[in-house]
């Protein structure tokens, strides 16, 4: 592996952070313009978002 568990884990993290954020906005311009399908990829993306970072925290937890 050429990374450490802890620098995947950082990337991780940020990463689901910022697709949790993305989400929030899809969902909530979504939500303004009821456009449903925008509001449906936005909850999705902040699930994934959710999930990356806490894989990310294990990571940094396992290194």
Not at 33 to 46: C, F, I, M
Request: proline residues 0%; without cysteine; neutral net charge.
């Amino acid at each position: 592996m050429s990374k450490d568990l802890n620098q995947d884990g950082l990337e991780n993290s940020a990463e689901g952070k910022t697709d949790n954020f993305k989400g929030k906005v899809k969902d909530a311009v979504g939500g303004l313009t009821g456009d449903s399908s925008l509001q449906a990829e936005g909850k999705l993306d902040q699930a994934k978002g959710k999930v990356k970072d806490a894989i990310g925290k294990v990571e940094r937890k396992l290194d």
